[in-house]
């Protein structure tokens, strides 16, 4: 058991295991899905809802996955097999793998997308209009497959060099500068004129605008943010030492990741009303605030521009470097489950493996390249059904097949005064009824929604 364990591989300090989950869990998803959710969900009741649902179902889930996973050290679906009986777990496992290879399919195109638009001001500032034009197309699908591609081969690049001096490293030098440039950024936009009007929309609740289509919303987007329903944090846990305190690193993955979706508020939504400002539309034809893909690659890109000179190449290019590095330690976590199966379950080498695997990445992206309208299908696929469905039957495993008291006994390893902890006396309630019963609700109603009803 040792051998195998020295031989997948440890989290070398406490540090890196947090700071490679939060860099899991900080993505797209915080700097780009949380401030357009917000804009699109009316503001500042959002947010309540949004660090309701993590705190309520997504901080036990993690908790989950985490137990799982240092547990059985082993990948979601050998982890699965290990402590169920018969066919049904493994294919949990299968489940996550499946979401993990899908979900990067589009990941990657977006990510590909952050990328190429760091050079967008620095080339059109020095006068390349055409390089210029050319990085931030976005329908081009030549374009979207190359830069998709630099993507997935980073991120293959990092993987091939194991958990400690592969992801441990690349995400405690990236987290940091990450924070940084956020900060920075978010404090020079609110000396900006307009600045205020977006803050208070942002920090201003209307609590008319709460109903179940938000917290729906809020409750998917919690999901994809803290990383959890397929596995990737179960995939995480699987390299980390007894001596780790499973539940204070979870809080603080929660906490850096609500922290980092908050904080990149603070920036987006005033800067969308920094642009209005400097005459740039921010409302669309139905009325709302622009978001999403207009919000990022259109109304902040136009801003950028409209200050020229030094300024917009720095903003400019700082901000897609920001965003490509939260999605580069993203895409690292969300390869390494179905490379972490392929190593384990096929004892393939893990360089093999991962080139395996990040070549059908490969393949999937390039398509996705060519269809961008496939994107929010396969989102709403396996983000809002599949991670919530994951996480469904990951509690449901936990409570009634592994048992609580099991995983009780899995999270007291590495906690001083186990018995003292209000967490854990009331975790095992959590996971066995309130999680399940709020994601099953959740699930049914987008099912029904989806399926027209
Ligand atoms: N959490 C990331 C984001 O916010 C996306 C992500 C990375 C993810 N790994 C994951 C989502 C695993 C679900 C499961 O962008």
């Not at 979601?76 to 299968?94: D, E, M, N, Q």
């Not at 990092?158 to 440039?181: C, D, F, H």
């Not at 929660?254 to 990149?264: K, N, P, R, S």
């Not at 709403?380 to 008291?405: C, D, E, Q």
Request: proline share 4%; net charge positive; hydrophobic share 55%.
């Amino acid at each position: 058991m040792s051998d195998q364990t020295n031989q997948r591989g440890n989290w070398n300090t406490k540090l890196g295991f947090v700071l490679a989950a939060a860099g899991s869990a900080v993505g797209l998803g915080n700097i780009w899905g949380f401030p357009t959710q917000v804009a699109d969900n009316g503001g500042a009741s959002f947010i309540l809802i949004y660090v309701a649902c993590c705190l309520i179902v997504g901080l036990p889930v993690m908790v989950a996955e985490f137990a799982i996973g240092r547990n059985t050290r082993r990948n979601p679906v050998g982890a699965f097999r290990k402590l169920g009986k018969g066919w049904f777990p493994p294919l949990i496992g299968l489940w996550g793998v499946l979401c993990g290879i899908m979900i990067l399919s589009f990941y990657m195109v977006i990510a590909g997308w952050t990328f190429s638009f760091i050079f967008e001001q620095l080339f059109a500032q020095l006068g390349f209009m055409s390089a210029s034009e050319w990085v931030t197309r976005m329908d081009s699908g030549p374009k979207n497959a190359f830069f998709a591609i630099l993507f997935i081969l980073a991120t293959i690049s990092i993987i091939v060099g194991g958990v400690s001096n592969g992801i441990e490293r690349a995400t405690k030098t990236m987290m940091p500068i990450l924070i940084a440039v956020l900060v920075i950024m978010a404090a020079y936009v609110m000396t900006l004129e307009g600045s205020t009007k977006g803050l208070r929309m942002y920090l201003l609740p209307d609590f008319s605008l709460i109903n179940t289509r938000l917290v729906f919303s809020a409750m998917g987007q919690a999901f994809f943010s803290l990383s959890i329903g397929m596995g990737a944090l179960l995939t995480y846990g699987s390299y980390l030492r007894k001596n780790q305190n499973i539940v204070e690193s979870a809080t603080y993955v929660t906490l850096a990741d609500m922290g980092i979706a908050f904080l990149a508020g603070l920036l987006v939504i005033p800067a969308m009303f920094v642009a209005e400002n400097a005459g740039i539309t921010i409302i669309g034809d139905d009325g709302r605030l622009y978001s999403s893909s207009t919000l990022v690659f259109d109304v902040l890109p136009g801003l950028f521009s409209s200050m020229g000179g030094l300024l917009a190449i720095v903003l400019g290019t700082a901000f897609f470097l920001l965003l490509s590095m939260a999605a580069l330690t993203s895409t690292i976590s969300l390869l390494e489950v179905p490379v972490s199966y392929v190593i384990d379950e096929h004892r393939v080498p893990r360089k093999k493996a991962a080139w395996l695997v990040g070549g059908l990445v490969m393949v999937l992206a390039v398509g996705v390249s060519f269809r961008t309208n496939m994107i929010s299908f396969l989102y709403v696929i396996f983000n809002n059904v599949g991670l919530p469905l994951g996480g469904l039957m990951l509690s449901i495993f936990l409570a009634w097949s592994w048992k609580t008291r099991n995983a009780l006994d899995e999270l007291r390893h590495g906690f001083k005064n186990p018995e003292k902890s209000l967490f854990l006396r009331f975790w095992p309630a959590f996971v066995t009824y309130l999680s399940p019963a709020l994601i099953a609700l959740v699930l049914i109603t987008t099912l029904y929604n989806l399926l027209g009803g």
